[in-house]
């Protein structure tokens, strides 16, 4: 299971950190993985990070202002946002995939959070 959350309403500009916990069968993800979904939009990849922490992916659009990161002790993976844009608001979903790399593939990976809500006001 996933469980994420941190999400909440923000300035422009302004910052914020998810955090997904991971629970079950953690002995099978290898990579974690943000995604996010606005209202009428296709889901989209916003995050990867490798098993080992040594690997990440980051589209264009929040390269520079997003990095995720991990806690291997606490299988917890987190997202940490800043300089925040209207234009990121969505759900944000955190997503655990048995592939090794990062992926941005969604169909890779097989297990998803509940989401949490991003809201960034102009």
């Known amino acids: 299971q996933l469980q994420a959350f941190g999400g909440g309403l923000v300035q422009a500009g302004g910052s914020l950190r998810l955090s997904c916990a991971a629970s079950g069968h953690t002995y099978s993800i290898y990579a974690l993985g943000w995604f996010r979904q606005a209202p009428g939009k296709e889901r989209e990849f916003v995050a990867a990070i490798s098993r080992s922490g040594a690997a990440t992916n980051y589209p264009d659009s929040v390269k520079g202002r997003f990095i995720i990161s991990k806690d291997s002790a606490k299988n917890t993976v987190y997202l940490q946002m800043t300089t925040l844009k209207p234009e990121d608001s969505a759900v944000y979903y955190c997503?655990?995939?048995?592939?090794?790399?990062?992926?941005?593939?969604?169909?890779?990976?097989?297990?998803w959070g509940q989401g949490t809500q991003v809201t960034v006001s102009s």
């Open positions: 997503a655990a995939s048995s592939v090794a790399v990062p992926s941005s593939r969604w169909s890779q990976y097989n297990y």
